[in-house]
């Protein structure tokens, strides 16, 4: 005689993971999780869409050009007033935009193609790059060009201010030397108060890159062995000098660009993962204290997906703060752009991943648009993309959310079950359906569609007219399905691919019928 049927809802505990095994009792991972953001009670919503910023492509000799850095630039006034200027550099120029989508060049004859990075002291735009032969530009918008920046700097590859100095690696012709400037003068490399520091002179890794953190300078080496120190002090000499602190050994980084301050840590990336501060104080080099642990098979080479290590040199990352999301562009094996967005939700604990496809980016920043900060990326086309778009296209093209869930077993994977129905819980967005597919054991998959609203939107292409349609999209509504055929594993996929079509689902449950142990 069956069972008595039983109603086990299915909250989405986790986030993607390739390294959690494919069955389990209740989604307490997702095998995919592609082009979703995460809801803060766990569910999920299709990520925003993109406008390009710029009409016109950036081009050199009629073709389109890399957009390697991207910077917000932003300088007070005498009045009361701040002027914003967005910088880029691409191909062999650096480039400025007024906030009217063209952009203006106003340097030429750089190399093409290199890590680069703008910073901001004293009112100063500093550019610097991985050229071993382009000289650190300075600019403050008034100039109709940048110019070189004085004071005898060192040919470094980035910068940030610390403590009233601007501190300075990646200088190829000495890889474990970190500079630093005179004090309040970003144009003084060599006078009184300058200065410099070895960091593990010839131990095979060069200064990856260095960051700002708690009244502390961290420097990060690799990317073979790879070690991590701090300095401490405020002065080259006196009661509280500069002193170099050995903090961790055994963990890369694979680049200054990859290095993220988020909440009370920072973040950042090697060819082993994805690492931090807080978590390799406590585990050190163990991958269980990877903040990539989930998809730590990603990185071994492992997975569906995996990473070219080699390329990670031109990974770029963003705090994405207003979303709660670190981000960082990497490339897939296999391709020569970086094709992927590795999406790290640091609201929850432990963080939610993501893999974000939708969109191809040499760069990433955050810009403050309308007072809001925006993801911004630059793509190989010579196009900057502006995200955080309410409609779901990237530049006029449609991209797929796809969650998918473990093989459930439902805590009984002894007995063949049936289902008789599967619960969503959705937020309606517009009109459009979402796929629903299912997998009993090694049958073949089956789908159906789930409605999202019957009602009109505001909005929406043929308007909406008072006291004949009926508003839709604005309820929280559950949708019921009865999928048959018995199994002893079920495998749930959602999924949305629709031009300007959205989803966003914050619940599942399912009511089970068990019809016995089944036989092997």
């Known amino acids: 005689m069956p069972s008595p049927r039983k109603i086990l809802p299915l909250p989405f505990k986790g986030g993607w993971s390739t390294s959690l095994g494919p069955q389990a009792a209740d989604v307490t991972h997702l095998l995919a999780a592609e082009n979703v953001y995460y809801e803060l009670d766990g569910g999920f919503r299709k990520i925003p869409g993109a406008t390009a910023l710029n009409s016109v492509a950036l081009t050199e000799a009629s073709l389109p050009v890399t957009v390697m850095a991207m910077f917000d630039y932003w300088k ?42 703008f910073t901001q002291y004293n009112d100063l735009c500093i550019w610097s790059s991985t050229s071993n032969t382009d000289v650190p530009q300075k600019w403050d918008q008034a100039a109709a060009t940048t110019s070189a920046l004085g004071g005898t700097p060192p040919n470094f590859a980035f910068c940030i201010p610390h403590r009233g100095r601007l501190w300075a690696g990646g200088v190829a012709s000495n890889p474990s030397r970190l500079y630093y400037s005179a004090l309040d003068n970003a144009e003084d490399w060599v006078g009184a108060g300058s200065g410099a520091i070895d960091i593990d002179i010839s131990d095979g890794d060069d200064i990856k890159g260095i960051a700002s953190h708690k009244q502390q300078l961290w420097v990060f080496k690799g990317p073979n062995r790879g070690s991590i120190s701090y300095i401490t002090g405020s002065a080259p000499t006196g009661g509280d000098a500069f002193a170099r602190v050995p903090f961790s050994r055994g963990v890369p980084c694979s680049g200054h660009q990859t290095i993220l301050t988020y909440l009370n840590d920072l973040a950042w990336v090697s060819t082993r993962g994805i690492h931090s501060l807080e978590a390799t104080q406590e585990f050190g080099n163990m991958k269980e204290g990877f903040l990539s642990f989930p998809i730590q098979k990603v990185f071994l080479q492992e997975a569906d997906v995996t990473l070219d290590l080699s390329a990670l040199s031109s990974c770029q990352g963003v705090n994405h703060s207003q979303r709660g999301v670190l981000l960082w562009s990497v490339r897939q094996n296999g391709q020569s752009q970086n094709n992927l967005v590795l999406a790290y939700d640091y609201r929850f604990r432990p963080g939610r991943l993501s893999l974000l496809t939708a969109y191809k980016s040499a760069s990433l920043a955050v810009v403050l648009h309308n007072s809001q900060p925006r993801l911004f990326s630059g793509g190989y086309d010579g196009i900057v993309l502006r995200h955080d778009e309410a409609n779901r296209n990237i530049a006029g093209a449609s991209y797929t959310a796809t969650v998918q869930s473990p093989f459930l077993h439902y805590n009984a994977s002894d007995h063949m079950n049936q289902t008789a129905w599967i619960r969503l819980g959705i937020n309606p967005q517009g009109t459009s359906s979402i796929t629903l597919q299912w997998q009993n054991d090694e049958d073949p998959v089956q789908s159906t569609t789930v409605t999202q609203s019957s009602g009109v939107v505001l909005g929406g292409a043929t308007g909406f007219t008072l006291d004949t349609d009926a508003l839709g999209g604005g309820a929280y509504l559950q949708r019921y399905f009865n999928p048959p055929g018995s199994y002893r594993v079920q495998q749930l996929t959602l999924s949305q691919g629709g031009l300007n079509d959205d989803m966003e689902i914050h619940e599942m449950a399912v009511q089970i019928e068990g019809s016995g142990l089944s036989e092997v």
Do not use: F, H, P
């Not at 062999?92 to 290199?114: P, R």
């Open 76 to 117: 007070s006034g005498t009045t009361g007033t701040s002027v914003q200027k967005r910088m880029a550099y691409a191909g062999t120029q650096l480039w400025k935009e007024d906030l009217d989508g063209t952009w203006d060049s106003i340097k030429t004859g750089l190399e093409a193609n290199k890590l680069g990075w």
